[in-house]
């Protein structure tokens, strides 16, 4: 089994944290600073028969120039050939204008969301439920999968609902 998955979300979120861990080698630039990972990455997981791509798609928030604009658009073709598309965000960040404008380059958009939700190592569960149910309002997602990429809590899990969707 193998498919392409597309890594969406704000700026610091985790995208980068979340492809070290899962590749298990750095491939992804990590960085605190916004707009740092500049390419479209991609790195390649494999377990026994199991084989997917994940390609960080940092062009897809709010551009600040004109390069932005043409990066907004290279995303936005990724987003169409993908199977599946991770959308990011911050268990410790309320929806945001951030989230707001990745969810409206979506209203066209054909491909399975999964709303990864991140940094769980920083909420309670009573601070989690509200702001699902704040994101689930926004779009259908496929899934709703809490992790955090830093201590790799779910992310096998994860990984599991995704090969068993692709
Ligand atoms: P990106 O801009 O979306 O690629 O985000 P990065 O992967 O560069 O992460 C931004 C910051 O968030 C870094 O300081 C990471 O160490 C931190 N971070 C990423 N994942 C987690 C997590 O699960 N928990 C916590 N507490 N911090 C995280
Ligand atoms: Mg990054």
Same mark, same amino acid.
Request: net charge negative.
């Given at each position: 089994?193998?498919?392409?998955?597309?890594?969406?979300?704000?700026?610091?979120?985790?995208?980068?944290?979340?492809?070290?861990?899962?590749?298990?080698?750095?491939?992804?630039?990590?960085?605190?600073?916004? *707009?740092?990972?500049?390419?479209?990455? $991609?790195?390649?997981? #494999?377990?026994?028969?199991?084989? %997917?791509?994940? !390609? &960080?798609?940092?062009?897809?928030?709010?551009?600040?120039?004109?390069?932005?604009?043409?990066?907004?658009?290279?995303?936005?073709?990724?987003?169409?050939?993908?199977?599946?598309?991770?959308?990011?965000?911050?268990?410790?960040?309320?929806?945001?204008?951030?989230? *707001?404008?990745?969810?409206?380059?979506? $209203?066209?958009?054909? #491909?399975?969301?999964?709303?990864? %939700?991140?940094? !769980? &190592?920083?909420?309670?569960?009573?601070?989690?439920?509200?702001?699902?149910?704040?994101?689930?309002?926004?779009?259908?997602?496929?899934?709703?999968?809490?992790?955090?990429?830093?201590?790799?809590?779910?992310?096998?899990?994860?990984?599991?609902?995704?090969?068993?969707?692709?």
């Amino acid at each position: 089994k193998s498919g392409f998955v597309a890594i969406i979300g704000r700026p610091n979120v985790g995208k980068s944290t979340f492809m070290n861990r899962v590749i298990g080698q750095k491939i992804a630039i990590m960085s605190d600073k916004a *707009q740092t990972t500049r390419n479209k990455i $991609q790195g390649v997981y #494999t377990d026994n028969d199991k084989q %997917i791509v994940f !390609i &960080d798609t940092p062009g897809i928030h709010k551009p600040k120039h004109k390069l932005g604009d043409f990066m907004v658009k290279i995303a936005e073709n990724t987003l169409n050939e993908v199977d599946a598309i991770m959308f990011m965000i911050n268990a410790d960040e309320g929806y945001g204008r951030g989230d *707001q404008y990745i969810i409206d380059r979506l $209203q066209s958009n054909k #491909t399975p969301v999964f709303l990864v %939700i991140n940094k !769980i &190592d920083l909420v309670t569960p009573d601070e989690l439920l509200p702001l699902i149910q704040q994101y689930k309002d926004k779009y259908p997602f496929q899934e709703i999968l809490p992790i955090s990429a830093l201590e790799g809590n779910n992310v096998e899990h994860l990984m599991d609902v995704f090969t068993d969707f692709l």
